[in-house]
Nanobody
Framework: QVQFVESGGGLVQPGGSLRLACATSGFTFSSYAMSWYRQAPGKERELVASITSAGTTTYADSVKGRFTISRDNAKNTVYLQMNSLKPEDTAVYLC???????????WGQGTQVTVSS
């Protein structure tokens, strides 16, 4: 019932930009906080950015000023605009939905972002 479709990943040169999208269905998107995580090989999964149902955003220090998270409740979609990309941004980026209780969490399948010259 719950479905995520992540898109927008790919290969980009340092300094370039990508826009990730996570289109969802099967739950009350507008009442859920949405987040983007990333995981690189051999590293822990890292919270990159979050946006609450009210639109309040938070960012990891490593991406602050470069990434922007946004949501379109009419489309049940959360976005991550990534600018000034660095090689250390290379990872699988995963979309997460979080409801008011800990078990109300859903994960997308992830999309690969590779930043390399």
């Amino acid at each position: 019932q719950v479905q995520f479709v992540e898109s927008g990943g790919g290969l980009v040169q340092p300094g370039g930009s990508l826009r990730l999208a996570c289109a969802t269905s099967g739950f009350t998107f507008s009442s859920y906080a949405m987040s983007w995580y990333r995981q690189a090989p051999g590293k822990e999964r890292e919270l990159v950015a979050s946006i609450t149902s009210a639109g309040t955003t938070t960012y990891a220090d490593s991406v602050k000023g470069r990434f922007t998270i946004s949501r379109d409740n009419a489309k049940n979609t959360v976005y991550l605009q990534m600018n000034s990309l660095k090689p250390e941004d290379t990872a699988v980026y995963l979309c997460k939905a979080r409801g008011p209780y800990i078990w109300m969490s859903y994960w997308g399948q992830g999309t690969q972002v590779t930043v390399s010259s």
